[in-house]
């Protein structure tokens, strides 16, 4: 029997089937991912990772297709959880995880794990950004070392995106890129926080191509797409949603925290920017803590929209410091009351 063509043609057959697999499995079982990478250190669920890996390493190589790749890994991995789950001396919470993990492996698929979560994420985007939005496609190719050069015990999540430039004027490519010996549940815990980063903050992007030390869009952007998340979590799949909010917080406090890189300090200006914003509209538009929020978000997305260069958008959110300019306060007011628009407030030419 030949292997089937991979969906992704910047992955090599051998390399897609372990992808394949490993996030098949993943999937599988997406409902108790948290508790697994939570409960890594325990000396039986450490095993249960290895024999995982083990059975990639083992079958992936082979010339079949998808779905004997996959049935293999999972039959594998759970035949490895059987002969774990006997051992005398293990913990009860640890015990009731395999179990759990046991039962939930049998229905791992062939079906392309990646596209499955992007499909919805795209799907909410669109609705989010109507008439402004561009079509998007997801590829998958392979990362040659981990993103952030990073070890995989200390950033688990090696894996990154980005959406491809020049941009296809039929439909925008965002590229999943993926360090495969480190791609273990909590970087595919992270694949949906990533792809919607993409989704509302590249795809629709009107204005040229977004730098790495943006503050608007890899920030004040950055900022909405976590917000949106929020909301869209547990519509976009309720299994994965705990999982999937957890490890996008824990993906926002490694990515802002690397101060010493452009992309990490725009990221951090940007979260500030907008949560000084939404403080200031709770102060001074006397907002609930949700309203604020909303209203941030929602003038990211509007702005985002706006046909105006980067720089602009830049240097709007630098005024966002406490205290605000009498000037862009005025200005946010009228946005607010609807007597201006959101491009006006790219027009502010204020020093900081």
Not at 174 to 194: H, K, R, S, T, V
């Amino acid at each position: 029997m030949t292997g089937s063509v991979p969906p992704y043609q910047q992955l090599e057959p051998d390399m897609w089937r372990g992808l394949l697999a490993r996030a098949a499995v993943f999937r599988a079982t997406r409902g108790r991912l948290g508790r697994l990478v939570d409960m890594a250190d325990q000396p039986a669920v450490r095993t249960v990772l290895a024999r995982l890996e083990e059975a990639v390493q083992l079958y992936a190589p082979k010339d079949e297709d998808d779905r004997t790749v996959v049935t293999q890994v999972a039959a594998a991995w759970g035949e490895a959880l059987s002969q774990i789950l006997s051992w005398e001396k293990i913990d009860s919470a640890a015990r009731r995880l395999l179990g759990e993990l046991r039962r939930l492996v049998a229905s791992a698929c062939g079906e392309d794990p990646f596209s499955a979560v992007f499909a919805p994420i795209e799907s909410h985007a669109s609705e989010l950004y109507g008439a402004a939005w561009r079509p998007a496609r997801l590829s998958v190719a392979h990362a040659r070392s981990h993103p952030r050069g990073s070890d995989v015990s200390r950033d688990p999540y090696a894996l990154t995106a980005m959406t491809m430039w020049p941009p296809d004027p039929d439909a925008a490519e965002i590229e999943l890129q993926i360090y495969c010996d480190g791609f273990g549940p909590a970087a595919y815990a992270a694949i949906p926080m990533l792809l919607t980063h993409e989704c509302v903050c590249h795809v629709p992007a009107r204005q040229e191509r977004a730098k790495n030390d943006s503050q608007f869009a890899e920030g004040f952007l950055d900022w909405a797409a976590y917000h949106f998340f929020g909301i869209w979590a547990g519509k976009v799949d309720p299994q994965f949603a705990s999982a999937t909010r957890m490890h996008a917080e824990r993906l926002k406090q490694v990515l802002t925290g690397q101060v010493r890189t452009s992309e990490g300090r725009a990221r951090l200006i940007g979260h500030d920017a907008a949560e000084d914003l939404r403080a200031w509209f709770e102060s001074e538009c006397h907002m609930t803590s949700e309203e604020s929020r909303t209203q941030v978000a929602r003038l990211a997305v509007e702005l985002n929209k706006a046909d105006r260069p980067l720089a602009d958008k830049d240097h709007f959110v630098s005024l966002l410091e406490w205290p605000f300019p009498p000037e862009l306060a005025d200005r946010l007011h009228s946005w607010v009351a609807g007597l201006t628009s959101s491009e006006d407030l790219l027009s502010l030419r204020l020093a900081r």
